[in-house]
Each structure stands twice: as C-alpha cells, then as structure tokens.
C-alpha cells in the first residue's frame, strides 16, 4: 500500500485548505483511514480519521468543528478539509492506513501504513 499525501501550503488564520491522500491497492474500501500532524520536537498526534466505509468519522478535540474527513473509495483517496485554521494548526500531516475485514469504526490509533507528510503552514 502507498499512499500519496498533497495539498499543504501556505495560509492565512482564518482560512481554509483542503489536504488529500491517493492510495495504492486494490483493496482500498477496506481500508479505514487517517490524518494524523507533527511538529518538530513533539509526537505524532490524531487529527481525524474515517472508518472502511466513510459511514463513521472521528476528531481531536482540537478540530473538531473546523476539520472534516472523507473518503472516496471509487477514487481510492481520503480528503481532510480544515476550515478556520489557526497557527497552531501548523505542523507536517501525515495520512495513514489501516487494513480492515470491512467492519469496524474509525481508529485513532495502530495503523499500518503512513504517506509521507504534507506541510501545512499558518500565518497569524
């Protein structure tokens, strides 16, 4: 499985960016899938994620409200559009995928595979 991450850049607080991910394989629907950031000097955290289905989604606290995951599974891609960023939205995001039987609900954690970041940077 690859996965392609794209879409991070530059923007102003207050705006708004949309980050995608394509994946390899031929069994992407039953793959549940991630978003997950990174700061120099601090862990990988969980921003979002979406189950095998797109049917159930979950968010950090700290973007919930303002982030919002999809998944396209005839495109084989996963989409993250985050509204009103702030700076501390700033970090490298990562995409992720975990490999299911096609049941299960999303999960912020014990993934499989990572794409390779994209940079998101926020100007105040």
């Known amino acids: 499985v690859q996965l392609q991450a794209s879409g991070g850049g530059l923007v102003q607080a207050g705006g708004s960016l949309t980050l995608s991910c394509a994946a390899s394989?031929?069994?992407?629907?039953?793959?549940?899938m991630g978003w997950f950031r990174q700061v120099p000097g601090k862990e990988r955290e969980f921003v979002a994620a979406?189950?095998?289905?797109?049917?159930?989604?979950g968010y950090a606290d700290s973007v919930k409200g303002r982030f919002t995951i999809s998944k396209d599974n005839a495109k084989k891609s996963v989409h993250l559009q985050m509204n009103s960023l702030k700076p501390e939205d700033a970090a490298v995001y990562y995409c992720?995928?975990?490999?299911?039987?096609?049941?299960?609900?999303?999960?912020?954690?014990?993934?499989?595979?990572w794409g390779q970041g994209t940079l998101v940077t926020v100007s105040s």
């Open positions: 394989g031929r069994t992407f629907s039953s793959y549940a």
């Open positions: 979406v189950n095998w289905s797109g049917g159930s989604t």
């Open positions: 992720a995928a975990k490999i299911t039987d096609y049941s299960g609900d999303y999960y912020s954690g014990g993934y499989d595979y």
